[in-house]
């Protein structure tokens, strides 16, 4: 499943943007936005936004769904109704919202039956401009984000990261707050 979610509601969020989100020297909250794109394996959806210039943070969890909090193995088990999903923090200025999609759209293949979420307007039309470049029907389904965003388990985020044992303990990363709120964890797990 692939999903794109639109700007979050932040009563539906455990990772939202506030005045106690680190921001790189103190960046005014007006350019940060947030953005969940939902999909596939979320170490890879994760892997891939961490490099992008402008993502300042990334988290992986999990959106939709019927359970509050719901487990990897729950999930992964169907029986939630949730999909794995990485929520991004980027600086408005240096990447728009458009070239986000763009590089989801880049990164997955839209033709198999998955699901979307977007900003609407935007959404459809970054759909059928690839519809048109791919000259196929995508059958990607672009829907209202109403349901929460689950923080995963530590030991899922920056996945390809931890993998690197000493260079986390370098960094001090220890704890799913750590990962998560570390600039320089997005980018190294990219």
């Given at each position: ?43 890879n ?6 490099r ?99 923080m ?16 986390c ?12 709120e ?9």
């Open positions: 499943m692939y999903t794109s979610l639109p700007q979050i509601n932040p009563k539906y969020s455990e990772f939202p943007i506030s005045e106690n989100t680190s921001r790189p020297n103190n960046m005014p909250m007006e350019f940060l936005s947030e953005v969940v794109f939902a999909g596939g394996i979320f170490w959806l994760e892997a891939v936004f961490g992008v210039d402008g993502v300042l943070k990334t988290a992986t969890g999990y959106y939709g769904g019927t359970v509050e909090k719901p487990t990897y193995r729950e999930v992964c088990e169907g029986t939630t109704g949730h999909t794995e999903a990485v929520k991004d923090i980027y600086d408005n200025r240096k990447i728009s919202y458009k070239s986000l999609l763009d590089s989801f759209w880049d990164f997955h293949d839209p033709t198999n039956k998955n699901y979307l979420e977007e900003e609407r307007k935007q959404a459809q039309e970054s759909k059928i401009r690839r519809q048109m470049k791919l000259n196929k029907k995508i059958v990607t389904k672009i829907i209202a984000f109403d349901t929460g965003f689950y995963a388990e530590n030991h899922h985020q920056k996945y390809y990261l931890q993998k690197q044992y000493r260079l303990e370098s960094l001090s990363l220890r704890n799913t707050e750590q990962f998560v570390s600039n320089i964890a997005s980018k190294l797990n990219g």
